[in-house]
Structures are given as C-alpha cells and as structure tokens.
C-alpha cells in the first residue's frame, strides 16, 4: 500500500468515490456480470457498500483528526447521507457552543486532553449564594425539599432554588428605624433603642421610605459603629429619609443556587434576586452577593491550556508556564500539600517580566473580573508550587478593574421585539466582556493600544442575533455614554456595570 | 452526486451468449428491505435484493428487471431517486375504470425507463382480489409480454411470447 498523506488520514472517501473503486475492483476481477443500470442487484448491493464504507471512512477520519490538538479542537468531518446530503459534523462537538455537545459528553479532544496533556475541561457551574428570606407572617413555612424553594431576578427571569431543606419561620422583629443617612457614601441606619447587632450580621430592613436603595425589603451585612447604629456593607446612599418608617429584621439566611447551569444564571449585583416564584405570604427575598455560574469550557480554551501545559513541561519552563498553570489553578489547588480552593476558575492572565530583576508578576481574573483575595492567595500558593523555577521570584497579582456601562440600541421587527431577545442581547455583551482579555485588545497596526474596541463589542452583539437568526435592522451602543473605545490599563480588566446591560429595543417596520 | 455507476466498455467479462449483448447479466435475486444507521442515528430503509443464486441472463434479465421496477416504491432506492412505481400500494384501493387507466399509464412510463425497452402498452384488469397487469413491451429481439398478477400475498410474473 502506498503511503499516506495527512489530507488522505483527515478526507473521507465519499460515496461516489468508493463506488467507483468497487466497480474497477469488479471490473478487475472479472465478475460475471454485465448490468449496471438502476435497481439493478450489483449496482443497489455497490450503493449500500459505499454509503456504508464512506461512513467508516468519516468516523476513522475524525479518529484520526483526534490526535492532533487544534484538528481535535477545532477539526470537522464529512458525514455522507444516503439522500444525497452531507452533513458536517465537528471532530469534538463544543459542549459551549448551544446544540453541539449539550450533554458535554466526552469528546475525542477530552480524551487527548487528559491522556496526554492531563488537562481536564472545566465543567459548567450553578450559580449560587446566599439568599435572604425575610418573613414577616406569624407562619412557619415548609419544610421545602431541595430545589422545591424557587426564586429569581425579575430583570434576567432567571431562577434559583434551595440547595437544602428549608424552613421558613417568622423572621424575628428587631427594631424600629428612627433615622437613615449617610455615612461615607454607605447608608447609616440609626435605630430607636439598641439594636444589639454585631458586626457580620445579616439583617433586613422593611418599610423604610424615601431611600431608594431601601424600598423594597432587602437584606444587608451590617457593620455596627454605635449601639444605636450600623451601616450596611455595599450600600450606595441616596434619596431622603421620611422619619418614622421602618424596622430592622432578622432573616433566614439559606444556600440557593440557579435551576440552570452556567452564567446564563449569573445575578452578579446584590438585591435582583428578590422576586419570589415560591408566592408566600408576607415571605419576602434578596441575595446577599453576586450569583456567578460558569460556561463549561470552550474547545479553544481546553486546546490552549493544553498548548501551554506542554510549554510548561519543557526542561527550562518559559514564562507561559505560569499562564499555564493559573489557568489550571482550580484543578491544582485541590493537589496542594495543604489543599486549597479556588471558588472561580482563573480565566484570563497577563504577565509582565521586570526587566531588570526578572521578577514575574501574574496579573488574573475570573469570567467576571476580579478574583477574592482567597482565590488570588491559593493561586499564589499553587504558581510557587507548580511553576516557580530555582532562582525565580513571582507574584500572583488581582486585576484591577474598569468599568463599561453598556447601553444597547436594538432596531428590530416587533415580531422579534420580545424579553428573550433582550436576554440574548445582555448576555452576548456579559460573554464578550467576560472573555476580553486583560489590558484589552491592542491593534497591530497601532491604531489602537490596551483598549475595548467599540466595534468588537457590537460585533459579539450582531453575532449573537445573527447565531439566533434575530433579524436586526440596525444596532449601536454607547460604552461610559460614548461612542469610543474604552481605555484600560495594562493590568486592568473591563467589567460590565451593571453587570447587565441596559438593552433599549426600538420597533422598526420589517 | 454524480454517478459513478457506468457500464463498462464491451468486450464484457464472461460474455455467456449473444443474448448478452442485448439483455447483459446479473444476479438472481428476490427482493427484501434493508436498513442503513445514518450518522444521525435514523434509520434508512431501501429494497435490495436477496441472492438466491446464480446469474440471470436473456430477456429473462430484462423481465426481472421490469418487475422489480414494479414492487419498488419509489425514492427508496439508493442513488436513483425517480426509480420505480410499487404497484402494490394500491391493492386496496377503491379502483375504477379512470384509476386503473391511469395506473396502466404509470405502468408503461416506468416500463420506458429501462433503456432496453422500446415499446410499452399495459392493460391494468381487477379480477375479485388480484390485480392484473399485461404489458406488452417489445425490445431489441422483438415483442414480448410481461404478465404481473399482485395480490395480498405477492406478485407473481409471467413472462410470455408476444
């Protein structure tokens, strides 16, 4: 046999082409017929021979594009179908591309990645936090199996549910509000007799008016500064007290996570998980902090921790072994001598070298933005173990953050003006900037530098619509109230804020 | 897809007789339904044939031929999407003089699309459960008739002098 091309291994032979090789072996052999024409028993026997070989072939093809990195990650293969129509199909669907991998099955770029490279997908995460549930009837309600508890962000429609059994019991009924001001930018709280908290604590005020921020019952971490009171943790003060409304109450506090995977689900502010599908009386909620879930990992991303693993691998590690190994810090965490935990995977990397010390200095985020100060000090601990040369000092720094208020003007039929494609729209904008790298993009022809281009933001935007066949008629959008790109510096990461974006959809004629 | 189905060249491999040059050869079958898996899992149902042995050669071939155009529904046959007319599909129908009419015209187009085929005329006839179909074809050698009685439980063909 002679040898074979890479194009031969990678190309399945279609139909028509193993036909025509059986008919010249036929041919060849001198078999004893003479009929060719349609419906014929040789020619409709060849036909399903073929199909069936090209099916092989396909499948061999995509077996053997697997052991090859980017083909694994990125290559396709031709399916022939008996009707004439050839379906392609990818080598390893993307569990994060909608429809290809749903069930994120294994794919033959998994198993290359954690045979040979020892890199593991990072799978898809729930959403979750802490939810306040205040309750201000005299009823116990439940208890509620897990997941049977739902609530969720009124702006996304996303929901959430109880991680474990809960019960509602009357919230405790502290004190009353006699004043809110502002302390520091935060709203002080002062209350009518001693409130006896300590600092850490969760409450919930109720009825208090004239502040904004206040009006719905909401939940807060207070930090007392007097025994008559407190500011609220994460507050912005804003409007004007109307004296005598209010009371201070104790919730309970339980673990909920998002009834779908991924950051779709993602509530990153506190206070928008406040309305409740689970419709109690007088049962009231609010989420203490962001609520993040993850997409599982993209095909790209997987092949190019891969890449960096073998680079980190080479006798005298270059400096991509420490982007290598933050990328895989959640999974190295765990292998620590003393174990530890990183709560986000670390996503995005930019690492600078003094260049007169050779000090390295890692600047990191997660998919939305900085990372806590504990993911960031196990990071530091897993680089010093796992990628750290003799001789070589590091250091595993946060981002810092910038941030993008994004305003999005949608022209579209009104047929497609519809809460679902507004949805679509914040989170096209959430995955761009959860994706965009430290520093932003700069352009190699130098027509820009360390920036979020405009026109790559309302590209992901255009992409989106087009990917759901949402027919928009025209879009622009404004970042920080401007139609120009947005500056970073080099070790700061963009951050939608809000964290969802303002969607406007303007009816337009189709 | 083109099709890479071509006869070959004459001279043909293990010409049998002088018939084969007007009828050729190939293997005796009876038909049958197989299935393909397609890559996405569904299932492709088409005719092929069972081989019960030996090779079909003379106006024999070509009578084989024809019937088998008969029993096929058409656009299960891999490759050739306008192949076949299953008579059989209309055993229980309600037939009158205008579909029975109709049904003989179908019979003979089918008939004409096997190239060695010249003439066709068919005659469609119900007699109690079975279904007769005559047709009178005349090819290279001369006329000749193909005779199709369907019924529930098969078709039966007889291939007569004109």
Same mark, same amino acid.
């Given at each position: 046999?002679?040898?074979?091309?890479?194009?031969?291994?990678?190309?399945?032979?279609?139909?028509?082409?193993?036909?025509?090789?059986?008919?010249?072996?036929?041919?060849?052999?001198?078999?004893?017929?003479?009929?060719?024409?349609?419906?014929?028993?040789?020619?409709?026997?060849?036909?399903?021979?073929?199909?069936?070989?090209?099916?092989?072939?396909?499948?061999?093809?995509?077996?053997?594009?697997?052991?090859?990195?980017?083909?694994?990650?990125?290559?396709?293969?031709?399916?022939?179908?008996?009707?004439?129509?050839?379906?392609?199909?990818?080598?390893?669907?993307?569990?994060?591309?909608?429809?290809?991998?749903?069930?994120?099955?294994?794919?033959?770029?998994?198993?290359?990645?954690?045979?040979?490279?020892?890199?593991?997908?990072?799978?898809?995460?729930?959403?979750?936090?802490?939810?306040?549930?205040?309750?201000?009837?005299?009823?116990?309600?439940?208890?509620?199996?897990?997941?049977?508890?739902?609530?969720?962000?009124?702006?996304?429609?996303?929901?959430?549910?109880?991680?474990?059994?809960?019960?509602?019991?009357?919230?405790?009924?502290?004190?009353?509000?006699?004043?809110?001001?502002?302390?520091?930018?935060?709203?002080?709280?002062?209350?009518?007799?001693?409130?006896?908290?300590?600092?850490?604590?969760?409450?919930?005020?109720?009825?208090?008016?004239?502040?904004?921020?206040?009006?719905?019952?909401?939940?807060?971490?207070?930090?007392?500064?007097?025994?008559?009171?407190?500011?609220?943790?994460?507050?912005?003060?804003?409007?004007?007290?109307?004296?005598?409304?209010?009371?201070?109450?104790?919730?309970?506090?339980?673990?909920?996570?998002?009834?779908?995977?991924?950051?779709?689900?993602?509530?990153?502010?506190?206070?928008?998980?406040?309305?409740?599908?689970?419709?109690?009386?007088?049962?009231?909620?609010?989420?203490?902090?962001?609520?993040?879930?993850?997409?599982?990992?993209?095909?790209?991303?997987?092949?190019?921790?891969?890449?960096?693993?073998?680079?980190?691998?080479?006798?005298?590690?270059?400096?991509?072994?420490?982007?290598?190994?933050?990328?895989?810090?959640?999974?190295?965490?765990?292998?620590?001598?003393?174990?530890?935990?990183?709560?986000?995977?670390?996503?995005?990397?930019?690492?600078?070298?003094?260049?007169?010390?050779?000090?390295?200095?890692?600047?990191?985020?997660?998919?939305?933005?900085?990372?806590?100060?504990?993911?960031?000090?196990?990071?530091?601990?897993?680089?010093?173990?796992?990628?750290?040369?003799?001789?070589?000092?590091?250091?595993?720094?946060?981002?810092?953050?910038?941030?993008?208020?994004?305003?999005?003007?949608?022209?579209?039929?009104?047929?497609?003006?519809?809460?679902?494609?507004?949805?679509?729209?914040?989170?096209?904008?959430?995955?761009?900037?959860?994706?965009?790298?430290?520093?932003?993009?700069?352009?190699?022809?130098?027509?820009?530098?360390?920036?979020?281009?405009?026109?790559?933001?309302?590209?992901?935007?255009?992409?989106?619509?087009?990917?759901?066949?949402?027919?928009?008629?025209?879009?622009?959008?404004?970042?920080?109230?401007?139609?120009?790109?947005?500056?970073?510096?080099?070790?700061?990461?963009?951050?939608?804020?809000?964290?969802?974006?303002?969607?406007?959809?303007?009816?337009?004629?189709? | 897809?083109?099709?890479?189905?071509?006869?070959?060249?004459?001279?043909?491999?293990?010409?049998?007789?002088?018939?084969?040059?007007?009828?050729?050869?190939?293997?005796?079958?009876?038909?049958?339904?197989?299935?393909?898996?397609?890559?996405?899992? !569904?299932?492709?149902?088409?005719?092929?044939?069972?081989?019960?042995?030996?090779?079909?050669?003379?106006?024999?071939?070509?009578?084989?031929?024809?019937?088998?155009?008969?029993?096929?529904?058409?656009?299960?046959?891999?490759?050739?999407?306008?192949?076949?007319?299953?008579?059989?599909?209309?055993?229980?129908?309600?037939?009158? !003089?205008?579909?029975?009419?109709?049904?003989?015209?179908?019979?003979?187009?089918?008939?004409?699309?096997?190239?060695?085929?010249?003439?066709?005329?068919?005659?469609?006839?119900?007699?109690?459960?079975?279904?007769?179909?005559?047709?009178?074809?005349?090819?290279?050698?001369?006329?000749?008739?193909?005779?199709?009685?369907?019924?529930?439980?098969?078709?039966?063909?007889?291939?007569?002098?004109?």
């Amino acid at each position: 046999m002679p040898g074979l091309t890479t194009d031969q291994l990678f190309q399945p032979q279609s139909p028509d082409e193993w036909a025509a090789t059986l008919l010249a072996n036929a041919v060849v052999l001198n078999l004893p017929t003479t009929s060719w024409r349609d419906g014929d028993p040789e020619k409709t026997i060849f036909a399903v021979e073929s199909f069936a070989f090209s099916y092989e072939d396909s499948v061999q093809s995509a077996v053997n594009q697997g052991n090859f990195l980017d083909f694994a990650a990125s290559g396709t293969v031709p399916f022939y179908n008996v009707d004439g129509t050839t379906t392609i199909a990818p080598v390893s669907p993307d569990p994060s591309i909608a429809g290809q991998n749903p069930t994120s099955a294994t794919t033959l770029l998994d198993t290359l990645a954690n045979g040979k490279y020892n890199c593991f997908r990072i799978a898809a995460t729930f959403a979750a936090g802490s939810e306040a549930l205040i309750n201000i009837n005299p009823t116990t309600y439940g208890p509620y199996a897990p997941g049977t508890y739902h609530v969720y962000n009124p702006t996304t429609q996303a929901s959430y549910s109880n991680v474990f059994a809960l019960t509602i019991p009357q919230s405790t009924e502290g004190v009353s509000v006699s004043n809110v001001t502002a302390s520091s930018g935060l709203i002080l709280v002062t209350t009518s007799v001693n409130h006896g908290l300590t600092t850490g604590e969760i409450v919930a005020l109720v009825g208090v008016v004239g502040i904004p921020p206040l009006t719905l019952p909401t939940a807060w971490t207070v930090t007392v500064v007097s025994s008559t009171t407190f500011t609220l943790q994460g507050s912005v003060f804003s409007g004007a007290y109307a004296g005598g409304t209010g009371v201070v109450w104790l919730p309970t506090v339980a673990a909920f996570q998002a009834d779908v995977i991924g950051a779709g689900s993602t509530s990153a502010t506190p206070h928008t998980i406040n309305g409740s599908l689970t419709s109690l009386v007088g049962v009231y909620c609010d989420n203490l902090g962001g609520f993040f879930g993850t997409n599982v990992e993209s095909n790209a991303s997987l092949a190019n921790r891969c890449r960096l693993k073998l680079q980190s691998n080479a006798p005298a590690p270059p400096v991509a072994a420490y982007i290598s190994v933050a990328l895989n810090a959640q999974q190295l965490a765990p292998l620590l001598s003393t174990p530890m935990t990183i709560a986000q995977p670390i996503t995005r990397v930019s690492l600078v070298v003094d260049p007169l010390s050779g000090g390295i200095i890692l600047y990191c985020a997660n998919a939305n933005g900085i990372p806590s100060a504990g993911d960031v000090a196990s990071l530091n601990a897993v680089i010093g173990a796992y990628a750290e040369g003799t001789g070589q000092s590091s250091i595993a720094l946060a981002c810092t953050a910038t941030n993008v208020a994004a305003v999005l003007d949608v022209y579209l039929p009104s047929a497609s003006n519809t809460a679902a494609n507004v949805v679509l729209f914040q989170q096209a904008l959430a995955t761009y900037f959860g994706v965009a790298p430290i520093g932003g993009l700069t352009d190699p022809g130098g027509a820009y530098t360390n920036v979020i281009p405009i026109d790559a933001v309302l590209g992901a935007c255009f992409a989106a619509a087009q990917a759901s066949q949402v027919p928009v008629k025209q879009m622009q959008i404004t970042l920080n109230a401007s139609f120009g790109n947005i500056s970073l510096s080099a070790e700061a990461v963009a951050v939608l804020s809000p964290a969802i974006a303002t969607i406007r959809m303007h009816t337009v004629p189709s | 897809m083109s099709n890479p189905f071509v006869m070959p060249a004459p001279p043909w491999p293990s010409v049998a007789n002088n018939a084969d040059s007007v009828y050729g050869q190939c293997l005796r079958c009876a038909m049958t339904p197989v299935s393909l898996v397609q890559p996405d899992g !569904t299932l492709y149902v088409a005719n092929i044939f069972d081989l019960i042995g030996g090779m079909s050669s003379g106006r024999l071939n070509l009578a084989e031929a024809l019937s088998r155009r008969l029993v096929t529904k058409r656009g299960t046959l891999i490759g050739a999407p306008n192949y076949g007319y299953d008579v059989t599909d209309l055993l229980n129908d309600d037939l009158g !003089t205008a579909e029975l009419n109709e049904l003989g015209s179908n019979v003979e187009a089918e008939m004409k699309k096997d190239d060695r085929v010249r003439k066709a005329a068919a005659t469609v006839t119900v007699v109690g459960n079975l279904l007769m179909i005559s047709v009178s074809i005349t090819d290279a050698v001369g006329p000749f008739t193909l005779t199709l009685m369907v019924s529930a439980v098969g078709v039966s063909v007889i291939l007569g002098t004109a």
